[in-house]
């Protein structure tokens, strides 16, 4: 069967996650829900940041940004002034994107809510 919704979302904040830890970052929460906002919070050098993460499939190049963005900003204003949109685009190497199947992954990296 074709990967869920649930399981791109999962993927896309998986590697997001992947990319802030890499940079040196610590992610301390996560939530791969697509209805929860933000999906990663993580602390680095530069103190605490948060995430939004979305995902898309093939043949769409970049997740829509939500139309509640400026609410989730505010909403984790107190928290962190460091927000960030992160469009993560996914492709199967066959078009129903099975799970097992091998996915490739397009993500340009963490985008600036300022």
Not at 41 to 46: F, G, H, L, S, V
Not at 60 to 78: F, G, Q, T, V
Request: aromatic share 10%.
């Amino acid at each position: 069967p074709p990967m869920s919704d649930w399981e791109v979302q999962d993927l896309s904040v998986q590697i997001v996650f992947n990319a802030i830890e890499k940079a040196g970052g610590r992610v301390t929460a996560r939530s791969s829900y697509p209805t929860v906002d933000p999906s990663i919070y993580y602390e680095d050098k530069d103190g605490r940041g948060w995430v939004v993460v979305r995902s898309t499939r093939y043949p769409n190049k970049n997740a829509p940004r939500p139309d509640n963005l400026a609410s989730i900003r505010h909403s984790c204003l107190e928290m962190s002034p460091r927000g960030y949109f992160a469009s993560v685009a996914l492709a199967g190497q066959r078009a129903t994107m099975p799970r097992g199947g091998g996915v490739y992954a397009s993500f340009l990296g963490l985008e600036p809510l300022s």
